[in-house]
Nanobody, 123 residues
């Protein structure tokens, strides 16, 4: 299977910046789409940004122009550059990856999630 580990969360003042990172590990796999999601206290989980294996991106309206998603296919890493942070960006951020594991007895297609990293925007 594929495991995801996030890093880079923390406490930042409004208007500040943070960079989140996620690394995928496993063996004999290929990552397709990758994404960042977040869950704020008392709210449903929402998609923040997604990037395809070809580099196409899409963003939630609430983060457009402030957040940038990127990936390194060779290193199986995903990043989220967050600028001009607002208190409403406070949430646990989760990395997600759609993957295919190649096996002689049949490939396995699945979706992996990281454990989450806390981002708190507060003065």
């Amino acid at each position: 299977q594929v495991q995801l580990v996030e890093s880079g969360g923390g406490l930042v003042h409004p208007g500040g910046s943070l960079r989140l990172s996620c690394v995928a590990s496993g063996s004999g796999f290929r990552i397709n789409d990758m994404a960042w999601h977040r869950r704020a206290p008392g709210k449903e989980r929402e998609l923040v940004a997604r990037v395809t294996s070809g580099g196409s991106t899409n963003y939630a309206d609430s983060v457009k122009g402030r957040f940038t998603i990127s990936r390194d296919n060779a290193k199986n890493t995903l990043s989220l550059e967050m600028n001009t942070l607002k208190p409403e960006d406070t949430a646990v951020y989760y990395c997600e990856a759609d993957y295919r594991v190649f096996r002689d007895d049949g490939d396995i297609v699945g979706r992996a999630w990281g454990q989450g990293t806390q981002v708190t925007v507060s003065s």
